[in-house]
């Protein structure tokens, strides 16, 4: 990510409706998927805001990230033959971490949570610089009884992500029982809200769907009951640490039109049982062959960080590429997820070397989570 630093930049960027909220309380910007977001805050910046996840509560704007509809008879049938996961796994109120892949090659077009409302109607989130082709792709092959409507700007997203997080929500009245992965109707302030237990950092979290022009009015409450509670403002930096720290994938780096489910170790979000779905073809002879790289977890052995790109080897020859890679402020180390050739046969524990400024620094295999989840 870089810094945004000219108006004319910004111009070309989409804002979050909570822009204000953001500059006022002195937040970084970066630009990402098409939008200017904060990357963090004053006052303690990422350290402080990955450490207030994992401790206490965090809230995120992450309203840069898609918002799409499929209604019509049959709609979630139909979602069901695009996407990878299988909607018959779960029933209305429900919401399913899924996949839309290439139907010729398998690769990840996009990776989203669908929120199963009745058998005909879906709603999806993709990530904000893929919802216009997961849109377009739906539509394609949408038949006329199916309408996908792209609601990007109509609603804002709030995570509300930490341990404490169940007390905050519960201290305004919304719900909070509901198992992960799914969703209740609420009302907060006299906005109607969607309250999801869903969340991308590995802690007890919400994520709040809200229609956008009332995007300020939950996030003043949360603030106005959140000091009780140590709540802080979080940027887009240090949800990259948080779900680093999970091996969690992020599309465009560890998932991708090169990178396949198989290739990612993602195939639990696949109904392979499933008669049709995007790519079923090419990713079920990719499975019956066995890939030819798979996505893997590394420490540093040192006081090394490794970085997306760097390349990895044992002695003299390459052997993958680090895929996401970062400081973990948990573990107080570097962290990385990795694509390793398979024909390297590499173990849990095995080292490998990446290159860093000239010098040869050691990782060693690890599988991830590379902290304790309190998800579930």
Excluded at 7 to 23: C, I, N
Excluded at 52 to 72: M, N
Excluded at 285 to 296: C, I
Excluded at 319 to 327: K, L, R
Aim: aromatic content about 6%; proline content about 6%.
């Amino acid at each position: 990510m870089t810094d945004v630093t000219s108006d004319a930049a910004a111009t070309r960027l989409r804002r979050s409706p909570l822009h204000e909220r953001h500059t006022a309380a002195g937040a970084k910007f970066a630009p990402f998927g098409g939008w200017e977001m904060p990357l963090e805050y004053a006052g303690g910046g990422v350290l402080k805001e990955h450490a207030a996840v994992r401790t206490a509560v965090g809230v995120f704007d992450v309203s840069h990230l898609g918002k799409a509809r499929v209604t019509g008879p049959g709609a979630a049938e139909f979602v069901n033959s695009c996407l990878s996961n299988d909607l018959r796994r779960i029933g209305p109120g429900r919401a399913q971490y899924t996949l839309c892949c290439d139907d010729a090659t398998g690769g990840v077009v996009d990776d989203i949570i669908a929120y199963l409302y009745a058998d005909d109607h879906v709603f999806l989130i993709p990530n904000a610089a893929n919802t216009a082709e997961v849109v377009r792709r739906l539509r394609a092959a949408a038949p006329e009884r199916i309408t996908v409507t792209d609601e990007h700007e109509a609603y804002a997203v709030l995570a509300v992500q930490g341990p404490r997080s169940g007390d905050l929500l519960a201290a305004l009245d919304l719900p909070t029982e509901h198992g992960y992965m799914s969703f209740d109707a609420a009302n907060l302030a006299a906005v109607e809200l969607t309250v999801c237990r869903t969340g991308y950092t590995g802690e007890l979290g919400y994520e709040l769907v809200v229609p956008a022009e009332h995007a300020v009015t939950v996030w003043d409450a949360l603030f106005a009951a959140g000091e009780a509670f140590e709540l802080r403002a979080c940027g887009l930096a240090a949800r990259d640490t948080l779900r680093t720290e999970m091996g969690y994938p992020l599309h465009g780096q560890d998932l991708s039109l090169d990178i396949t489910p198989v290739q990612a170790r993602s195939g639990w979000a696949v109904g392979w049982d499933k008669p049709a779905f995007w790519g079923r073809d090419a990713l079920l002879a990719e499975k019956a062959a066995g890939p030819r790289r798979t996505l893997r977890g590394l420490v540093a052995v040192d006081r090394a960080i490794p970085r997306p790109g760097m390349t990895l080897h044992v002695g003299d020859k390459q052997v993958g590429t680090v895929t996401s890679g970062t400081f973990s402020p948990t573990r107080k180390q570097g962290i990385a997820l990795a694509l390793l050739d398979t024909d390297a046969s590499l173990a849990e524990g095995d080292e490998v070397q990446v290159n860093i400024r000239g010098r040869q620094a050691p990782l060693r295999l690890q599988k991830p989570p590379f902290v304790t989840p309190s998800t579930h």
